[in-house]
């Protein structure tokens, strides 16, 4: 495991992205990391605002169309956050707190999948709001919040 | 100039609540934390309401995409008390960094831009209610709102690659 790590931390890519002074290797990877950030997780924590009750007045048949929005700022840091993994493999590859972050991401995307089917899968029923609804919508704000805890964390390790 | 500003940034450095913010051994790290909620709030329910402005979504009336803006500006409230929290504890990153200034700038065309749209056009475009359209001079603040925050983001993130910040 340590063997493959460190292969992916000394290949052609993960040394230039670690070591390369241009300000498109780690600089731009990371902006992207964060932009795509703020586009999932904010377009997300729009959608469990609506469904915990701010902005009623909003309908939420048409926010159905963040999901696409969302899944780009999702994509965008599924890439840019393998290429920052492939720069640091053998410090991040053997730290709990990134396990702990992947983890949050897993269940999180899962619970984003329920939540998508609760509210908008009901093919009679149309849109719907639900108990269920509710808690997968502040089980969702809260896990991606963590998620943020454990990226900023690993700064630190 | 440059001397009377690292003179402040010297000055402000060796005051108590700097060196109270440097010391504190958790509290940098939970800024950092703070500073990335304040972000994806700001980011996504501003962006949120920036695509309605250019008729993504057109079935949400603008007048309740509104409603959410509260979040937004309680997010931007959390970066700005954060980042303020950053500047007391380290000056010196920051005053002769460019992409402090950077960062600076596009804060204020995006302040600017926020504060016209809500004195001039939001009632004007809540009141047309579904139908999407509205002035062009609207779908030019929602671009530069996208614009000017996308950048706020890129000069944050060149702070410790350009200057020297962490």
């Not at chain 1, 590859?93 to 939540?115: E, N, P, R, Y």
């Not at chain 2, 996504?44 to 979040?71: C, E, N, Y």
Request: proline content about 4%.
């Amino acid at each position: 495991m340590m063997e493959l790590l460190a292969s992916l931390e000394n290949s052609g890519f993960g040394t230039w992205l670690r070591e390369s002074p241009s300000i498109w290797a780690y600089p731009a990877v990371l902006t992207l990391h964060t932009i795509g950030l703020g586009v999932f997780v904010g377009g997300n924590a729009v959608l469990d605002l609506r469904l915990l009750g701010w902005g009623r007045a909003i309908p939420l048949a048409p926010l159905e169309k963040l999901f696409p929005v969302m899944w780009i700022g999702f994509w965008v840091n599924a890439v840019s956050g393998l290429a920052l993994f492939v720069g640091d493999a053998t410090t991040k590859g053997t730290t709990w707190v990134f396990m702990t972050k992947l983890g949050i991401i897993v269940v999180g995307v899962v619970l984003l999948f329920a939540l998508k089917r609760t509210v908008y899968g009901q093919s009679n029923a149309g849109v719907v709001e639900t108990p269920t609804s509710r808690a997968l919508a502040a089980a969702s704000l809260a896990l991606w919040f963590l998620a943020i805890v454990t990226g900023r964390y690993m700064a630190y390790v | 100039m440059n001397e009377t500003l690292d003179l402040f940034a010297a000055w402000l450095r060796g005051t108590s609540i700097s060196e109270a913010i440097r010391v504190a051994p958790w509290l940098w790290p939970l800024c950092e934390i703070l500073h990335f909620f304040g972000l994806s709030l700001l980011i996504g329910i501003a962006g949120f309401f920036d695509l309605r402005l250019l008729g993504f979504m057109k079935r949400v009336p603008i007048s309740a995409a509104w409603t959410l803006m509260p979040w937004a500006k309680f997010g931007f409230g959390l970066a700005a008390l954060t980042g303020v929290t950053f500047f007391i504890g380290a000056p010196d990153q920051y005053i002769d960094n460019p992409a402090f200034y950077g960062k600076v700038f596009f804060l204020i065309v995006a302040n600017l831009n926020a504060v016209y749209f809500e004195a001039l056009y939001r009632r004007q475009v809540e009141a047309r209610a579904l139908d999407g359209g509205g002035p062009i001079a609207v779908k030019v603040i929602a671009v530069v709102s996208i614009v000017s925050w996308f950048f706020v983001i890129y000069w944050g993130r060149m702070l410790p690659f350009i200057g020297n910040a962490f």
